[in-house]
């Protein structure tokens, strides 16, 4: 497995790997990896001859208050983690390798940037969309894969790759969950055991309001209820709230929409969302 530091040497991989006509699909992450971004790696390798990961902590996404200095890291394990699961190259930049002297560029969006988790995180989405344009044309990847486990931000990249005509074709994969319906994220490891016993209780909610929806039921009052459901079990919801699926403007159809969360255990934020098809 290669490992580079620079956008020059990643580019000498990606030449390489076009030499020998052979297709590349990026998996961008902030490391500390769990299964879930291990689905991305497997994903990536099914639909493209080479996986290529990225390892980036990238500082422009994390508010001045948010968990920028206590978010985990763990280059060596996540290294070790990325060669046994069969990854060409890991990208492995430093902030200012991505950010270097004088930089002045930053891809600032509306649409499905607005709302939900910018209400709550207004630094968020143009510092995912500034990161992942920069690590997408620093690749040069055919396609590139990120989880819907973060809808909104799956969105936002569709939207943003389309407008600047970035050639590289972006793909959904599915949440990976524990068993009880945890959807896996970094931030988990955050719980405490009593916040882990009550964390699945906000897929569950989020299945129990797509039911109703399903049923008929008025949205906002299955919205409210599962609002009181979130807030007794011990959560601080930021929203909870049902969207058109692709553009995460008003519902229009039920059948084409989905249920987007974010709620507070404590210190540690959790988001999750289903399709409400
Ligand atoms: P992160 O390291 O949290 O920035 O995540 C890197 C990528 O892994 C993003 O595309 C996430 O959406 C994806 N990801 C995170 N958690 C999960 C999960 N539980 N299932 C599938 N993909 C995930």
């Given at each position: 497995?290669?490992?580079?530091?620079?956008?020059?040497?990643?580019r000498a991989v990606q030449a390489e790997l076009r030499n020998h006509k052979r297709t590349s699909?990026?998996?961008?992450?902030?490391?500390?990896?769990?299964?879930?971004?291990?689905?991305?790696?497997?994903?990536?390798?099914?639909?493209?001859d080479?996986?290529?990961?990225?390892?980036?902590?990238?500082?422009?996404?994390?508010?001045?208050?948010?968990?920028?200095?206590?978010?985990?890291?763990?280059?060596?394990?996540?290294?070790?983690?990325?060669?046994?699961?069969?990854?060409?190259?890991?990208?492995?930049?430093?902030?200012?390798?991505?950010?270097?002297?004088?930089?002045?560029?930053?891809?600032?969006?509306?649409?499905?940037?607005?709302?939900?988790?910018?209400?709550?995180?207004?630094?968020?989405?143009?510092?995912?969309?500034?990161?992942?344009?920069?690590?997408?044309?620093?690749?040069?990847?055919?396609?590139?894969?990120?989880?819907?486990?973060?809808?909104?931000?799956?969105?936002?990249?569709?939207?943003?790759?389309?407008?600047?005509?970035?050639?590289?074709?972006?793909?959904?994969?599915?949440?990976?969950?524990?068993?009880?319906?945890?959807?896996?994220?970094?931030?988990?490891?955050?719980?405490?055991?009593?916040?882990?016993?009550?964390?699945?209780?906000?897929?569950?909610?989020?299945?129990?309001?797509?039911?109703?929806?399903?049923?008929?039921?008025?949205?906002?009052?299955?919205?409210?209820?599962?609002?009181?459901?979130?807030?007794?079990?011990?959560?601080?919801?930021?929203?909870?709230?049902?969207?058109?699926?692709?553009?995460?403007?008003?519902?229009?159809?039920?059948?084409?929409?989905?249920?987007?969360?974010?709620?507070?255990?404590?210190?540690?934020?959790?988001?999750?969302?289903?399709?409400?098809?």
């Open positions: 497995m290669h490992v580079v530091r620079t956008v020059q040497e990643l699909c990026l998996v961008p992450t902030m490391g500390a990896l769990h299964t879930g971004h291990l689905s991305l790696v497997t994903y990536a390798r099914e639909h493209a080479e996986a290529i990961a990225t390892l980036f902590v990238n500082p422009t996404q994390f508010g001045p208050n948010e968990d920028l200095d206590r978010y985990p890291r763990q280059e060596a394990k996540d290294l070790a983690t990325f060669e046994d699961n069969g990854v060409h190259a890991v990208f492995v930049p430093t902030v200012q390798e991505i950010y270097g002297p004088g930089d002045a560029t930053t891809v600032s969006m509306a649409g499905p940037a607005l709302g939900l988790e910018a209400d709550h995180r207004p630094h968020f989405f143009s510092g995912v969309a500034t990161v992942v344009s920069r690590l997408l044309l620093a690749a040069l990847s055919d396609m590139a894969v990120f989880g819907e486990k973060d809808y909104q931000q799956l969105q936002v990249i569709r939207r943003m790759v389309a407008d600047l005509n970035i050639p590289t074709i972006i793909h959904g994969a599915p949440t990976v969950r524990e068993p009880d319906g945890l959807a896996l994220s970094s931030r988990n490891a955050y719980l405490s055991a009593d916040e882990r016993a009550i964390a699945p209780m906000l897929h569950a909610t989020l299945q129990r309001v797509r039911e109703r929806l399903q049923s008929g039921e008025d949205v906002d009052r299955a919205l409210t209820e599962g609002l009181e459901r979130l807030t007794s079990a011990g959560f601080k919801p930021d929203y909870l709230s049902a969207r058109d699926g692709e553009t995460l403007g008003p519902l229009k159809q039920v059948a084409r929409g989905r249920l987007l969360a974010a709620a507070w255990l404590g210190t540690t934020r959790l988001i999750d969302n289903v399709a409400l098809a």
